[in-house]
Nanobody
Framework: QVQLVESGGGSVQAGGSLRLSCAVS??????MGWFRQAPGKEREGVAA????????YYTDSVKGRFTISQDNTKNTLYLQMNSLKPEDTDMYYC??????????????????WGQGTQVTVSS
């Protein structure tokens, strides 16, 4: 059974940190990523990885502040978010794909999604 369950969201002040977790099950996934979306806005790819190795992918606005990682022993994907800004406020979603993804920061390449976890950053 495919399940992606996010946790770790919350409310922080600007400059603070949060770590999001995504517990995954169901398949061996080749690509996993974090996306964010606010009501009325387009979904944005934040960070993604090819689970077999290589450099991760980041959108420009989070480079140097966010780090994506995986723990294969726990079947968990993480997003460490530091130096948070109010513009990082969004619902964050975990996504996973067992196949090949041409553009890992574009959500249309992923079949499986979590339910989302809210991140709110106050100024």
């Amino acid at each position: 059974q495919v399940q992606l369950v996010e946790s770790g969201g919350g409310s922080v002040q600007a400059g603070g940190s949060l770590r999001l977790s995504c517990a995954v099950s169901g398949y061996t996934y080749n690509y996993m990523g974090w996306f964010r979306q606010a009501p009325g806005k387009e979904r944005e790819g934040v960070a993604a990885i090819w689970t077999r190795g290589g450099e991760p992918y980041y959108t420009d606005s989070v480079k140097g502040r966010f780090t994506i990682s995986q723990d294969n022993t726990k079947n968990t994907l993480y997003l460490q978010m530091n130096s948070l800004k109010p513009e990082d406020t969004d619902m964050y979603y975990c996504a996973a794909e067992p196949g090949w993804v041409q553009l890992p920061l574009q959500g249309r390449g992923y079949h499986y999604w979590g339910q989302g976890t809210q991140v709110t950053v106050s100024s």
